[in-house]
């Protein structure tokens, strides 16, 4: 494969950048490396806005290439004052997920019955703080039918219906934003709060979408193409935030343009 | 007579000694992160059972359940980091062998110390609505703002410790603390919401040296307070294997036969002759003689 092919990688980037592109001067907060990477290519292209950390407690100033140690420090952010910003709402977090469900419900806590599970994950963390408070995405490297259940198995992160049915509280600031995966990009705005298809990425179908997700997505229309990365996105991504190519160990390189 | 306040230094064993079975112990640190993991060992060794176990989880929850130690657990998450699902911790809830299992969200478990540090019995917050968080724990419930907004908010009922256990990078005798690392986690927080808090460190040092002095520590990294704090003892590499930054970061390598060794019946009772049959100091030595031969083999 030669330099200018985009793989499937880069696209989620772009993706995952787009994602962070309305949020103005917020604190990005993306939980692995391709929303890392996403994040840290909005913020050097579309949202300069944009407030980063190291992924532990300090805020950049800069937008270093991933797991970069040394740069300008703009901010401290501790566990504690992460908590604050939550409640305080100038956060977008970008999670990972177990699961995600028709509604937009995601799981990180358990899978099977939670009193007995079949598995335990790491727990519920932060989900049901942020998802209640901050605009929150998801980030689903690998797309399945074991991902996108027709109901997760216990609701860490909170989906709009679920939202909604709790009280004026929990609707107030719940913003499921994006769930961006390897496949294409889905939101949460499909009737009765469904997950909706916004974008299949290029080389994939809809059909090969829905083959591949456990409950009937929604589709309003024609469902376009996720955009290509620019060029200047493409040299950013290669040679600034990610010369190691590290994307390609999360989302398996797929040419996806010549 | 002294004019100074007390001396609190104690030993590892006279701490965990001050215990009892079916007490409430916090757990300071992070995760895999300045966890006094010293005093884990020694409650490990000790008699104690039925505990109930609250701390932003690592291989101290993993440990304890291992153990048996543990009746109840309150967390919002167990990990490592570097290896994400803790495989003690796993096979406890797996194999249902923690009898209570109360598992929030973060920012509940903050607010809950946060209500116990206030002597309240619960603060409000939205965190838990439209989750499962309060499907699975039926006894968290909601309250109604009084005022015009009239909000249903989650009552975050106090986490109220009996006893705190925390690891510090320097102290004085008297349990004034300093972290150096770059987060204080919820240290402080663990302290006030205990009715008795214990400090173990990489060194006692001086008063005068916890600020200033050749680290040149500025006065707001002094978190712990004596007033907070009724022991302290110096247990040099007492977090290991979480980090302790930057006295000393994780031990990956060691982490690693820790994960690897829990998922095996054979490997973990190996595991638990080599480091966990003695003292401390042997435990310390083990893992000197552990990176020993990891070297020699690395050099081969």
């Keep these: 494969m030669t330099d200018n092919n985009v793989t499937r990688a880069e696209v989620c980037a772009a993706a995952i950048a787009d994602a962070f592109k309305d949020d103005g001067e917020i604190f990005g907060s993306p939980m692995g490396m391709l929303p890392t990477l996403g994040a840290r290519l909005a913020k050097l292209t579309s949202n300069p806005d944009l407030v980063i950390s190291d992924g532990e407690s300090l805020l950049l100033a800069g937008t270093p290439p991933l797991f970069a140690k040394a740069d300008v420090i703009e901010g401290w952010v501790p566990f504690r004052r992460v908590f604050e910003l939550i409640t305080y709402g100038k956060r977008h977090v970008m999670m990972g997920a177990t699961q995600v469900d028709r509604h937009g419900n995601q799981n990180i806590s358990a899978i099977g019955d939670f009193d007995r599970p079949k598995r335990q994950l790491l727990g519920v963390r932060g989900a049901p703080s942020n998802t209640v408070n901050n605009r929150t995405s998801y980030w689903v490297p690998k797309h399945s039918t074991r991902v996108f259940v027709e109901a997760v198995d216990t609701v860490s992160g909170v989906g709009p219906r679920n939202a909604r049915q709790a009280g004026a509280a929990a609707a107030k600031y719940n913003d499921i934003h994006r769930i961006v995966t390897n496949l294409a990009v889905l939101d949460v705005s499909g009737p009765d709060d469904t997950v909706r298809l916004v974008s299949v990425h290029p080389g994939v179908s809809v059909t090969e979408v829905q083959a591949v997700t456990g409950f009937e997505l929604a589709v309003t229309g024609e469902v376009p193409e996720t955009r290509l990365p620019t060029d200047e996105e493409l040299t950013l991504i290669r040679n600034v935030i990610d010369p190691k190519t590290l994307r390609d160990r999360e989302v398996p390189p797929v040419q996806v343009s010549a | ?300």
């Excluded at chain 2, 359940?65 to 167990?78: M, P």
């Design chain 2, 1 to 300: 007579m002294s004019n100074k306040p007390r001396d609190k230094r104690m030993t590892i064993d006279e701490i965990v000694g001050t215990l009892e079975d079916g007490m409430t112990v916090g757990i300071g640190g992070w995760g895999p992160r300045r966890k006094p993991m010293a005093l884990v060992r020694a409650i490990l060794r000790s008699d104690l059972q039925d505990l109930t176990i609250v701390a932003w989880g690592g291989a101290d929850i993993g440990l304890l359940v291992r153990a048996g130690k543990v009746r109840r657990l309150i967390y919002a998450f167990v990990s490592m980091d570097s290896v994400p699902l803790e495989p003690n911790f796993s096979r406890a809830r797996q194999e249902g062998t923690v009898a209570e299992i109360t598992e929030i969200d973060e920012g509940m478990f903050q607010t809950g110390l946060l209500a116990a540090s206030q002597r309240l019995p619960f603060l409000p917050m939205r965190a838990g609505l439209g989750s499962d968080v309060l499907v699975n724990n039926p006894e968290i419930k909601t309250v109604t703002s009084p005022y015009d907004d009239g909000e249903e908010l989650v009552a975050v009922p106090a986490i109220n410790l009996d006893v705190a256990l925390v690891h510090m990078n320097r102290a004085d005798m008297h349990g004034n603390a300093t972290y150096l690392g770059p987060d204080p986690y919820f240290d402080d927080l663990f302290c006030m919401a205990a009715e008795r808090a214990y400090v173990s460190c990489e060194q006692i040092i001086d008063t005068a040296g916890l600020t200033g002095g050749p680290e040149n520590t500025p006065v707001q990294r002094l978190l712990l307070n004596r007033m907070m704090v009724s022991g302290v003892v110096e247990t040099p590499n007492g977090a290991h294997f979480t980090t302790c930054t930057p006295d000393y970061e994780r031990d990956e390598k060691f982490q690693k036969a820790y994960a690897t060794a829990a998922k095996d019946e054979t490997a973990w009772a190996e595991f638990e002759a080599r480091f966990l049959s003695g003292d401390e100091a042997d435990y310390q030595a083990a893992v000197q003689a552990f990176h020993n031969e990891e070297s020699v083999e690395e050099n081969r």
